[in-house]
C-alpha cells in the first residue's frame, strides 16, 4: 500500500531534550515536505526536500533540522525544543513539487 | 510572500444543497492548487489538483476551478451530504521559491 508513515504519532516530551520525528514512504517521491498545524494559523512549511541531499528552508525553520540522506526517508529534528514547538506536525510527499501531495497521519507534539 | 486567503472560516448547509468554497491568493505564479479536506483529529486527504495551465478538474461531485489571473480557485459541491462535513483546504505550489502555502481553511458542517 503507497503510504507516508510519521512516528511517533503522539509524544509528550520537555524542554531541551532533542527529539526525532521520523517520516518515510514507499512511493519513490523525490519531494517531500514537513509542516505544521496550529490553530487560527493553519500549516505552514518548516522544511522541504527536492531530492536526496536537497533540503531547503519552508516559512518556519527556527529551532528544526532536517537530513534527507535517503530518497524515502525526511527526519525531522528538534535539537532543543520548546513550549512554543507544541503542534501538531505533518509530513507529506509527492513525485514532484507539481504532482499530488500525500501527507501522513501526524504526529501530535507537546513540549512541556 | 504568498499569501493563501480562505473565505469564509466555517459554513453550515443543509444536506442536498450545492455549495462553493472559496481559495485566493497574492502571487500567480505558482505551478499548482490543490484542494484537501482534513477530518477531526486526521491527516490530508486529497481532493483534486489543478495544474497552472488548467482551468478546471472534476472528481465525481466536486469541481475545482482556477483563475490563475484573478488569483482565485473555487471547489464546487453538489448535493452535500453530512459525510462531507470535513475542513476544506487548499494549497498552492510555488514557482521561483518551490515552497507550498496553505490557506487557514473551511470548516463545513452539511445538517441532515
Known amino acids: 500500500e503507497a503510504q507516508v508513515t510519521q512516528n511517533p504519532r503522539y509524544l509528550i516530551t520537555v524542554t531541551g531534550k532533542k527529539l526525532t520525528v521520523t517520516c518515510s514512504q514507499n512511493m519513490n517521491h523525490e519531494y517531500m515536505s514537513w509542516y505544521r498545524q496550529d490553530p487560527g494559523l493553519g500549516l505552514r512549511q518548516i522544511y522541504y526536500s527536492m531530492n536526496v541531499e536537497v533540503t531547503d528552508k519552508g516559512d518556519v525553520p527556527e529551532g528544526y533540522k532536517v537530513s534527507r540522506k535517503e530518497k524515502r526517508n525526511f527526519p525531522l529534528i528538534l535539537e532543543s525544543p520548546s513550549p512554543n514547538q507544541t503542534s501538531l506536525y505533518f509530513c507529506?510527499?509527492?513525485?514532484?513539487?507539481?504532482?499530488?501531495?500525500?501527507f501522513g497521519p501526524g504526529t501530535r507534539l507537546t513540549v512541556l | 510572500k504568498q499569501e493563501v486567503t480562505q473565505i469564509p472560516a466555517a459554513l453550515s448547509v443543509p444536506e442536498g444543497e450545492n455549495l462553493v468554497l472559496n481559495c485566493s491568493f497574492t502571487?500567480?505564479?505558482?505551478?499548482?492548487l490543490q484542494w484537501f479536506r482534513q477530518d477531526p483529529g486526521k491527516g490530508l486527504t486529497s481532493l483534486l489538483l489543478?495544474?497552472?495551465?488548467?482551468r478546471e478538474q472534476t472528481s465525481g461531485r466536486l469541481n475545482a476551478s482556477l483563475d490563475k489571473s484573478s488569483g482565485r480557485s473555487t471547489l464546487y459541491i453538489a448535493a452535500s451530504q453530512p459525510g462531507d462535513s470535513a475542513t476544506y483546504l487548499c494549497?498552492?505550489?510555488?514557482?521561483?521559491?518551490?515552497?507550498?502555502?496553505f490557506g487557514t481553511g473551511t470548516k463545513l458542517q452539511v445538517i441532515p
Open positions: 502571487d500567480s505564479a505558482i505551478y499548482n
Open positions: 494549497a498552492v505550489g510555488n514557482r521561483g521559491y518551490q515552497k507550498v502555502t
Open positions: 507529506a510527499s509527492s513525485l514532484v513539487l507539481t504532482d499530488t501531495q500525500y
Open positions: 489543478i495544474q497552472s495551465s488548467q
